[in-house]
């Protein structure tokens, strides 16, 4: 799923189905050509040291808990949920090609 493409919630869905809610905790992320990524961290990982492993990436959410629904089929059969993680993250996606850095987004979605 790429940001600059109009990127679709069946798109989105899909990523988030292809992870396990009950494994890890997870980060949902965008590199520099507006590519978005899911990935799980392991046990002992902190955001900053997830970040430190992707230094192309340009903009993130912040993590999905392990265990809270947000990530796994449940979550991507949630079309209102996903709704509006997408809205967030294309909304986002101008202001971050603008601006040099990574920018991490802080909103409840």
Known sequence: MNLNNQPTIDQL???FAARKDSLDSHILWVCEEGNV???GLG???EEEQFES???HMRARLKM????HGYVGKKAAADKQFLGQVLET???EWGAVQQAPGL???DKLC
């Open 13 to 15: 869905a899909r990523l």
């Open 37 to 39: 990524h899911m990935d």
């Open 43 to 45: 046990a002992c990982t």
């Open 53 to 55: 492993q992707h230094p």
């Open 64 to 67: 999905y808990r392990k265990g």
């Open 89 to 91: 993250l294309s909304s």
């Open 103 to 105: 920018r991490v987004i």
